[in-house]
């Protein structure tokens, strides 16, 4: 289910989805980068049991965003801006990017309850460079109770970055709520660019994005890359975008499996083999550098690049991503990218 930006939110009870499909595939010389940063994060406790906000989001205690209250992200000294953050896009000197698209949503009814009119709509701005609008061609609600109302919205901008290049960007205006619920605010951005230089190995690039809801109704979602010739032993890494992961709650998992191998359970040092979605933004098991602010637990949010090598041991011709989850709340996911050596 495809909303424009302008559509009024589901009505309470409807989970809307939209099944993952590809959005881009290449075989290049090059790679995946990808920026990404939270839009909300704690301001104090709101029960007597959670740790401190300082704790929390620093990762020295384990919190979700329903133990907080919880406030806008805003580091852009704009006063015309409720809400910023900013992260590096990293790219090898003289790539060229032949696609990028940015990944956008959060929590619309929290303590304040926001307008849905204004979920397909950003402001991005590249490293020195002003803030342009950006509007989405995909936006989805996803409305399960009446403090869970969340969104996610995505939208080309292969031209803004294919001009801009690598460096920090920053972006405002993410339609979020503050406030406090048992679910919890939530909210953050992710930029993901394919790139071609000549001086990386082939590899094969494929962009997946859809929005899957995870729960109690709903314990399982996978998606097949299909006619991708895999060699044995290839290298190879995915990402993941995801909403609404908490940390330090067990029963999830996310497996990366080719055609007549077994699955193999992704983890690393930061997102544990049961808890992957745990509000993370990390680079194969370590926090991603180049973000302001740079928390370690976004309480909400995870844009995590894994390691995935193990998966493509023997080879094979296509590739499945599969989630599940054990727990009531679940998690969304938002989008997948792949980039794995070409078979010759």
Same mark, same amino acid.
Request: aromatic share 6%; charged share 20%.
């Given at each position: 289910?495809?909303?424009?930006?302008?559509? /009024? /939110?589901?009505?309470?009870?409807?989970?809307p989805?939209?099944?993952?499909?590809?959005?881009?595939?290449?075989? *290049?010389?090059?790679?995946v980068?990808?920026?990404?940063?939270?839009?909300? #994060?704690?301001?104090?406790?709101?029960?007597?049991?959670?740790?401190?906000?300082?704790?929390?989001?620093?990762?020295?205690?384990?919190?979700d965003?329903?133990?907080? +209250?919880?406030?806008?992200?805003?580091?852009?000294?704009d006063?015309?801006?409720?809400?910023?953050?900013?992260?590096?896009?990293?790219?090898?000197?003289?790539?060229?990017?032949? &696609?990028?698209?940015?990944?956008?949503?959060?929590?619309?009814?929290?303590?304040?309850?926001?307008?849905?009119?204004?979920?397909?709509?950003? *402001?991005?701005a590249?490293?020195?460079?002003?803030?342009? +609008?950006?509007l /989405?061609?995909?936006?989805?609600?996803?409305?399960?109770?009446?403090?869970?109302?969340?969104?996610?919205?995505?939208?080309?901008?292969?031209?803004?970055v294919?001009?801009?290049?690598?460096?920090?960007?920053?972006?405002?205006?993410?339609?979020v709520?503050?406030?406090?619920?048992?679910?919890?605010a939530?909210?953050?951005?992710? *930029?993901?660019? /394919?790139? +071609?230089?000549?001086?990386?190995?082939l590899?094969?690039?494929?962009?997946?994005?859809?929005?899957?809801?995870? &729960?109690?109704?709903?314990?399982?979602?996978?998606?097949?890359?299909r006619?991708?010739?895999?060699?044995?032993?290839?290298?190879?890494?995915?990402?993941?975008?995801?909403?609404?992961g908490?940390?330090?709650?067990?029963? +999830?998992?996310?497996?990366?499996?080719?055609?007549?191998?077994?699955?193999?359970?992704?983890r690393d040092?930061?997102?544990?083999?049961?808890?992957?979605?745990?509000?993370?933004?990390?680079?194969?098991?370590?926090?991603?550098?180049?973000?302001?602010?740079?928390?370690?637990?976004?309480?909400?949010?995870?844009?995590?690049?894994?390691?995935? #090598?193990?998966a493509?041991?023997?080879?094979?011709?296509?590739?499945?991503?599969?989630?599940?989850?054990?727990?009531?709340?679940?998690?969304?996911?938002?989008?997948?990218?792949?980039?794995?050596?070409?078979?010759?």
């Amino acid at each position: 289910m495809t909303l424009p930006p302008t559509a /009024a /939110a589901p009505a309470p009870g409807e989970a809307p989805r939209v099944p993952f499909a590809e959005r881009y595939r290449a075989t *290049l010389h090059g790679g995946v980068a990808r920026a990404a940063n939270s839009a909300a #994060t704690c301001l104090e406790p709101a029960t007597a049991a959670a740790p401190s906000c300082a704790a929390a989001r620093g990762g020295t205690a384990t919190g979700d965003n329903g133990d907080y +209250e919880m406030t806008y992200v805003d580091v852009d000294d704009d006063p015309n801006t409720y809400n910023s953050s900013r992260a590096e896009l990293r790219l090898p000197a003289g790539a060229r990017v032949t &696609h990028a698209r940015l990944y956008w949503g959060g929590n619309l009814r929290v303590g304040e309850q926001k307008d849905p009119q204004d979920n397909g709509r950003v *402001l991005l701005a590249e490293e020195g460079g002003r803030y342009k +609008e950006v509007l /989405a061609d995909t936006v989805v609600g996803h409305r399960r109770t009446d403090v869970m109302d969340g969104y996610s919205a995505s939208a080309d901008v292969t031209h803004i970055v294919a001009h801009s290049g690598g460096g920090t960007y920053t972006v405002g205006q993410l339609n979020v709520a503050k406030g406090h619920s048992a679910a919890g605010a939530w909210g953050g951005w992710t *930029l993901v660019a /394919a790139y +071609e230089h000549p001086d990386e190995p082939l590899r094969h690039v494929v962009l997946v994005d859809g929005y899957e809801p995870l &729960h109690s109704a709903r314990r399982s979602v996978g998606h097949t890359v299909r006619n991708l010739p895999v060699a044995p032993g290839a290298t190879g890494s995915a990402g993941v975008v995801a909403y609404d992961g908490d940390r330090g709650r067990s029963g +999830e998992a996310m497996t990366v499996r080719v055609e007549g191998s077994p699955a193999y359970r992704v983890r690393d040092a930061a997102n544990p083999a049961d808890d992957p979605f745990n509000s993370t933004i990390t680079d194969h098991g370590r926090p991603t550098t180049g973000r302001l602010p740079s928390y370690p637990n976004t309480l909400g949010y995870d844009s995590d690049v894994h390691g995935v #090598t193990p998966a493509f041991a023997r080879g094979g011709d296509s590739v499945t991503f599969r989630f599940t989850t054990t727990r009531s709340e679940g998690y969304q996911v938002g989008a997948l990218f792949l980039q794995v050596d070409a078979r010759r």
